[in-house]
C-alpha cells in the first residue's frame, strides 16, 4: 500500500512540473520565440532553403535584420532591413548609399566573393525611381534579400510598412549543421 502511495506522489510531483513547463513551452513558442521556415533562396550565405529559423516579435527593427513579413497579399518573405523612414536610398556600382552617404554591408562579402561574374552584384537604382518617392515614408522599410540576383524584394513589390512586419529572425536551429545566430 505504501509503494502505491509513493506512486502516487511521483505521478503528482510530475503533474506538477510538466503541466507549468508545456503551459511556458507553449506562451515561448507561440507568442516569443516563433519557428518559421525559410522558402527559397533570396538570404542565400545568411539562410538556405530549408533552413528553420526563430523569430521574435518584441525589438525595434534597425538597418540591417533580417525581418519576416508577410504582404498584404498573404505571401510570406524573409528579407533584410536596408532602408528606414525618413531616408533616401540609392545603388551605385554596387554601393549602398543612404541619405547620399556611403554604407559598408559586410554581410554581403561572401555572396560577391562567390560571384566571378562583370554585371553588377546589386543593379544601380534610386528609390525615387521605384516608388516615385524621394523618401522612405513614415513606417515603411525597404528590404532586399543578401541574394541580390535572385531576390523578389522592395525593388518589386516597394517598401514594407510595419505593420506588416511579423518579427526578426534571430537564430538558424535546424539543420544542425546551419546553426548560428543571424548576423546583421
Given amino acids: 500500500m505504501e509503494k502505491r502511495k509513493s506512486y502516487i506522489g511521483y505521478f503528482i510531483f510530475f ?16 507568442f516569443i ?13 545568411t539562410l538556405s532553403q530549408g533552413d528553420m529559423i526563430v523569430m521574435e516579435k518584441f525589438s525595434s527593427v ?25 531616408e ?28 566571378h561574374e562583370t554585371a553588377p552584384y546589386t543593379t544601380n537604382f534610386n528609390l525615387s525611381d521605384l516608388t516615385t518617392k524621394d523618401i522612405l515614408p513614415k513606417d515603411s522599410y525597404f528590404v532586399l534579400g543578401d541574394n541580390r540576383r535572385m531576390s523578389k524584394d522592395s525593388r518589386s513589390f516597394g517598401a514594407v510598412e510595419s505593420k506588416y512586419i511579423l518579427g526578426k529572425a534571430q537564430f538558424v536551429y535546424y539543420p544542425i549543421t546551419h546553426m548560428k545566430f543571424i548576423p546583421r
Fill in 15 to 30: 503533474i506538477k512540473i510538466l503541466v507549468p513547463s508545456l503551459v511556458l513551452l507553449f506562451i515561448l513558442r507561440g
Fill in 33 to 45: 520565440l516563433i519557428p518559421v521556415p525559410v522558402d527559397g533562396n533570396s538570404m542565400e550565405k
Fill in 62 to 86: 534597425k538597418r540591417f535584420d533580417v525581418v519576416v513579413f508577410k504582404l498584404p497579399n498573404g505571401e510570406i518573405y524573409i528579407k533584410r532591413v536596408i532602408g528606414l523612414p525618413g
Fill in 88 to 115: 533616401a536610398i540609392r545603388y551605385e556600382d554596387d554601393q549602398l548609399y543612404i541619405n547620399e552617404k556611403p554604407i559598408e554591408e559586410p554581410f554581403l562579402e561572401k555572396n560577391i566573393k562567390k560571384d
